[in-house]
């Protein structure tokens, strides 16, 4: 029963819709007759075996077909390296040696960011190993931040195997007062002797920065000064630990 507030409209309109919802849902049913058709088995069989069928050269070898070299997605990186306000005169007055090995060698674009104290470098489209090549930089800025001289930083972008160890004297041995001062120019030495004789010994670097210690070589050669300069911060006399490098170096020509 239609509702009370339903238009009326005539039986011979109702007829009509009626007819013309019957004729689409006829042609509906066609279609999916249609689209339901069995298919051509053999066709089917044949366009697989087609695809299946390996190229082969005269001497049965198989063939494919050559790679297809797509361009990698370009991705810019960027790091910053901080310096303390004590390295930022020495930076300044190393800069034209500092960045020709980053942008000649690494081909990375760095800048000194005055404002923010910091070395800025970020990787370019020549740049062909980007992440490797970005922490080379980095390790190298670092290094000179620590103290190291240019020179010395610079071979941490030539050679893969160098090292940098840092540890405090505290990490020794707990010293109060004047005992850390004794104890520093032990290391250190009567014009920096020690420290010379330490670091031709080891063929190490060494860069005393207040009761902090930052050795750079290889991992041998870092192990050979860090146990002579514990040896200096636990109290042994210098001449001993002269002996001991002695016998260290020794060994080392011999092996080479």
């Given at each position: 029963m239609p509702a009370p507030t339903a238009l009326l409209r005539?039986?011979?309109?109702?007829?009509?819709?009626?007819?013309?919802?019957?004729d689409i849902a006829a042609q509906v049913d066609d279609i999916t007759l249609h689209d339901t058709a069995p298919h051509n088995d053999s066709a089917v069989a044949q366009t697989n075996g087609d695809?299946?069928?390996?190229?082969?050269?005269?001497?049965?070898?198989?063939?494919?077909?050559?790679e297809v070299t797509r361009?990698?997605?370009?991705?810019?990186?960027?790091?910053?390296?901080?310096v303390p306000p004590h390295r930022m005169s020495p930076l300044k007055a190393s800069w034209p040696?500092?960045?020709?090995?980053?942008?000649?060698?690494?081909?990375?674009?760095v800048r000194m960011n005055l404002k923010k104290k910091a070395v800025e470098?970020?990787?370019?489209?020549?740049?062909?190993?980007?992440?490797?090549?970005?922490?080379?930089?980095?390790?190298?800025?670092?290094a000179f931040c620590l103290g190291f001289d240019v020179d010395d930083a610079i071979a941490?972008?030539?050679?893969?195997?160098?090292?940098?160890?840092?540890?405090?004297?505290?990490?020794?041995?707990?010293?109060?007062?004047?005992?850390?001062?004794?104890?520093?120019?032990?290391?250190?030495?009567?014009?920096?002797?020690?420290?010379?004789?330490?670091?031709?010994?080891?063929?190490?670097?060494?860069?005393?920065?207040d009761q902090k210690i930052h050795i750079l070589g290889g991992f041998k050669n870092i192990g050979i000064a860090r146990e002579a300069v514990v040896s200096l911060i636990l109290g042994s006399?210098?001449?001993?630990?002269y002996g001991n490098l002695r016998t260290v170096a020794?060994?080392?020509?011999?092996?080479?």
């Open positions: 005539a039986p011979e309109q109702l007829a009509d819709e009626t007819a013309k919802t019957r695809q299946d069928a390996m190229l082969v050269d005269a001497e049965d070898r198989p063939v494919f077909a050559p361009k990698s997605a370009f991705r810019i990186e960027q790091r910053s390296v901080a040696k500092m960045y020709p090995p980053l942008v000649e060698h690494l081909k990375l674009q470098l970020r990787t370019s489209k020549l740049t062909k190993e980007g992440g490797s090549a970005l922490q080379q930089g980095q390790d190298f800025v670092q941490l972008l030539r050679l893969d195997d160098l090292y940098i160890e840092t540890f405090e004297i505290k990490d020794v041995r707990r010293l109060q007062h004047e005992h850390v001062s004794r104890a520093i120019g032990r290391i250190a030495g009567k014009d920096g002797k020690t420290r010379f004789a330490i670091e031709n010994a080891s063929k190490t670097r060494i860069v005393l920065a006399p210098p001449s001993k630990v020794s060994r080392m020509k011999e092996r080479w």
